[in-house]
Structure formats: structure tokens, C-alpha cells
């Protein structure tokens, strides 16, 4: 039976996981629907061009890569895997922590797998995007490029979801020290 005080702990304690994962959702949902990553400005022609995973770009000119390259196919995948595991993290925990379906044995570890697992797929996205540009800035003529606050974004919302997840593992660690993998 808990104690006061263990409520509050637990209280306090899965405030912090849904936060963080709530957060980092709608940082990814917005990241993944803003078309503008990089800025890419050709020095000779002095054309400014914007690159992002999707290709919806409001009548500016963008770079598209045709055929499509695999760093971008891959990238777009590993992005829109990030989203759907951001949505069932969040549900996850903030169902658990309203008691609204029954905990599972090991909560603490399948949460905190599918959020390490959430910010690995929003980091191959990410690196994904940068090979993208890089081979892009080699194979063409020179390109000027600057990044846009979607990678500033996309970085945090990784962080959190790291965060969140070793905070998970943590939590899972000091409730079943000795059967974690159980």
C-alpha cells in the first residue's frame, strides 16, 4: 500500500516523463510540417532555394531533388516513425499516469524504450537531411547554406525525449533493481 508521501512522489514523478514527451510531440509535429530547414543561396546565380524532408513550399522556390535521393526517402520515414512513436509515448504515459488503463508490469521500461527509441528516429531524420545537404553542396556548384530553427527545434525535442526516457529507465531501475529485464 503507498504511503502519503509515495503518492506524491508518484505524483510528482510522472509529471515530469508526460511533460516532456507531450512537448517534444508537438515540437516534432511542428518540425515535420515546416518545409524550411535549410536555406540554401547559390553564389553564382545568387538564387535562394529552402530544403526541408517535405516539399511544401508556399511559392518560394525549393530545392527538390529528382529522383528523389535515398537520404531523403530514409529521412522522411525516420521522421513521420518519429511522430507516430511521439503520439503512442505521450498516450502511453499519460494514460498511466491518470490510471486510465491498468499498468503493466515493466511500464516504466517500455516506456522508456519507446521514447530512446523515439529520439533515435527523429536523430536519423535529422542526419539523414544533413548528408542530404552535405552531397547536395559537393555535387553541385557552390551553395551558401544556413540552418533554420527546425533543426534548433528538432534537436531539443531529441533531447527531451532522451531525457524523458532515461528518467523513465531510472525510475524502472529503482522500483525492480533486481528484475529490470524480467
Known amino acids: 500500500m503507498l ?3 509515495d503518492k506524491d512522489m508518484k505524483g510528482f514523478t510522472w509529471a ?6 507531450s512537448l517534444g510531440y508537438l515540437l516534432i509535429l511542428l518540425v515535420s510540417i515546416f518545409p524550411f530547414w535549410v536555406r540554401l543561396v547559390n553564389e553564382e546565380s545568387q538564387e535562394v532555394f529552402f530544403s526541408g524532408l517535405f516539399e511544401n ?4 522556390k525549393c530545392w527538390k531533388p529528382r529522383p528523389l535521393s535515398v537520404y531523403i526517402i530514409l529521412g522522411r520515414v525516420f521522421l513521420l516513425s ?3 512513436l511521439s503520439f503512442f509515448t505521450t498516450f502511453i504515459l499519460v494514460s498511466f499516469a491518470s490510471q486510465l488503463f491498468p499498468r503493466i508490469r515493466k511500464h516504466n521500461f517500455v516506456t522508456a524504450s519507446i521514447s530512446f527509441l523515439t529520439g533515435a528516429c ?17 555535387k553541385l556548384s557552390p551553395h551558401q547554406f544556413s540552418v533554420q530553427w527546425p533543426y534548433y527545434v ?6 527531451l525525449f532522451i ?4 528518467h523513465n529507465a531510472l525510475n524502472s531501475f529503482c522500483t525492480h533493481p533486481s528484475s ?3
Do not use: N
Not at 513550399?57 to 518560394?60: E, R, S
Not at 528538432?154 to 533531447?159: K, Q, Y
Not at 531525457?163 to 532515461?166: H, R, W
Open 3 to 5: 504511503t502519503s508521501e
Open 16 to 21: 515530469i516523463a508526460p511533460a516532456m514527451t
Open 57 to 60: 513550399c508556399f511559392h518560394i
Open 82 to 84: 518519429a511522430v507516430v
Open 122 to 138: 527523429a536523430f536519423l531524420a535529422l542526419l539523414l537531411h544533413a548528408l542530404e545537404i552535405q552531397s547536395l553542396r559537393t
Open 154 to 159: 528538432l534537436i531539443f525535442s531529441i533531447l
Open 163 to 166: 531525457v524523458a526516457g532515461s
Open 180 to 182: 529490470i529485464f524480467l
